[in-house]
């Protein structure tokens, strides 16, 4: 099983990333190489959320509770949700057609 973290932003959230990203960013690298997080970014143009893919919903939940952009206020809202991924190389149960 997968989980998707989903942020929910605030209006300003361009507007203050820059002093944050660094700290974000090697926090997301840090648990890439933990092998808990497999991808992660924004979401739209102009930005309007963020998705982030991890391995292990303990581990998304851990992320987001320590992750600047949500202790200064740039997620106004985030969510771990079980995601059945089913079709893919990376898949965790996948399933082929029958036919």
Sequence with gaps: MHY?????????????RPA???VHLARAW??????????GGAVGDPVESALLLFTD???ARAFAAADPYVTKGL???WHV???HTVVGADAAAPVR???
Excluded at 4 to 16: E, G
């Design 81 to 83: 949700v079980p995601w």
């Design 57 to 59: 919903a303990e581990a």
């Design 97 to 99: 057609p029958t036919t």
């Design 4 to 16: 998707l973290l989903r942020y929910t932003l605030a209006a300003d959230y361009l507007d203050r």
């Design 30 to 39: 840090a648990a890439v190489e933990r092998g808990e997080l497999l991808l």
């Design 20 to 22: 944050f990203r660094d």
């Design 75 to 77: 997620v106004t809202q």
